[in-house]
C-alpha cells in the first residue's frame, strides 16, 4: 500500500512538471509565430528620425523616408511642434506616434515613434531580410527552478531607463521582488510600461549576459503581486527585438538588475548567420 501511494504521487508530480513544461513549449510555439508574423519584429526593416517641417516618403533613393518599393514620391510627414501629419494621395491626417496610427504604401507599414524628445518613423516590411533569414531560436533546457515565487516589497518609485539610443527616460516602479538563487538573495525591479497595465516588466542582466545569452540582457514579464507575493518565470526570459533587427529602440537594464548569478533558462543569444 505504501508502493502505491509513493508511485501515485510521484505519477502526479511528473504529470504537474509535464503540464508546465507543456505551457512553456506552448509558450515558445506563440513567441516564434509573433516573430515571424508579417509585422513582427522581424519584418523591421527601417528607422528614420524626422527632422522639424516636411519629410518625403517613396521609392526615391533621395526622400528622407527611403522605401524598398512603391511609388518614387509616395507622401510627406510633416513635424510641427510634436505634431506629425501624413499626407498621401491628397489626404492628410494626423499620426499619434506609438499607437496603432500606420501608413500603407504597398506592402509597407509606416508607424510613427517618439523617443525622448525625437519623432521617427519605423518601417515594417514583411520582405525584410530580417524575416526571410528567420529561422528560430535556440533555448536552454526548460527548468522549473528558475519559476520562483517571490516576496514582493511595495516600495513605488520612478527608476531611470536606458535605451540604445543613449537616451534616458523614467519609468514608474512600483517595488521589486526579493528571493534567493544560487545561495544568494537577490532582488529584481520591474517597471510598468504603459498606465494602467496589468503585469510588470522585467529587464534584466545574469552571469550568462554576454556570453549565452544576449549582450544586451533579456525581458520578462510577470503577473501583478498577489498576497505579498510574486511569480518569477525565467524560462520566459527572452531577447529583446534589438536581437533580431537593429532598427529597434530596446531598453538596457537598471543597474538595479544585474544579477549576481547564472540564469540558465529561456532564450539564448540570437545568431542570424547561424541560421541562414
Known sequence: MI????????GIAMAATTAYQDSILEWRKNRDAALRK????????????????VNSFGADPASDV???SGPAHAGTFELHSGQIAATMDGQTRVLTPDSKDVVTVGRLNLWPIKRGDRYGIRLKDPDSEYRRSFRGIQYFPIDEKYRITAKWVAAPRQIPILNVL????PSENPGYAV???????MRLYPIIE???DQQLFYIFRDLTTGKETYPAGR?????????GQVV?????????????????????PPKENYLPARIEAGEKTYHAEQHR
Open 219 to 227: 525581458f520578462f514579464y510577470s503577473a501583478m503581486p498577489k498576497d
Open 166 to 169: 543613449g537616451q534616458t527616460e
Open 232 to 252: 518569477l518565470d525565467f524560462n520566459k526570459a527572452y531577447n529583446p527585438p534589438c536581437a533580431f533587427t537593429p532598427y529597434a529602440t530596446c531598453p538596457l
Open 179 to 185: 528571493f534567493e538563487l544560487a545561495g544568494k538573495e
Open 3 to 10: 508502493r502505491w501511494a509513493a508511485l501515485l504521487v510521484a
Open 38 to 53: 508579417p509585422d513582427g519584429w522581424t519584418s523591421l526593416a527601417g528607422l528614420f528620425w524626422l527632422h522639424e517641417g
Open 194 to 196: 504603459e498606465p494602467g
Open 66 to 68: 527611403p522605401l524598398p
